[in-house]
């Protein structure tokens, strides 16, 4: 079983900057992928950005480019999010996932069959 476990998240002030980590841990994985997805109430979960664990590459969604940062710590199996400028429509919960197999796109929810639990980040106006 693979386990992913969240920290960071909270309130901030629209403006402000947060920081989201996951740590992979559990059965030894080839990571292909690992990415943020958000979800806000009433709203399907959205893709945030992914890092491809060979080579490094990032992919980010066109509203949080420029503004978050996403990087690897190989050595870790870890995955950091820093969220800079931060908008009240940034407010959501975020989550963690990490898909193994190449097949399937790195913005489907549903081609990554693990998931953190979920952190909230609140971004007042």
């Known amino acids: 079983q693979v386990e992913l476990v969240e920290s960071g998240g909270g309130l901030v002030q629209a403006g402000g900057s947060l920081r989201l980590s996951c740590a992979a841990s559990?059965?030894?994985?080839?990571?292909?992928?690992m990415a943020w997805f958000r979800q806000a109430p009433g709203k399907e979960r959205e893709f945030v950005a992914s890092?491809?664990?060979?080579?490094?590459?990032?992919f980010y969604a066109d509203s949080v480019k420029g503004r978050f940062t996403i990087s690897k710590y190989g050595a870790e199996s870890t995955v950091r999010l820093q969220m800079n400028s931060l908008r009240p429509e940034d407010t959501a919960v975020y989550y963690c996932?990490?898909?193994?197999?190449?097949?399937?796109?790195?913005?489907?929810?549903?081609?990554?069959?693990?998931w953190g639990q979920g952190t909230q980040v609140t971004v007042s106006s």
């Open positions: 559990g059965r030894t994985l080839t990571i292909d992928h």
């Open positions: 996932a990490l898909k193994a197999s190449v097949s399937g796109g790195n913005y489907v929810p549903g081609n990554y069959p693990y």
């Open positions: 890092v491809r664990w060979r080579g490094g590459s990032t």
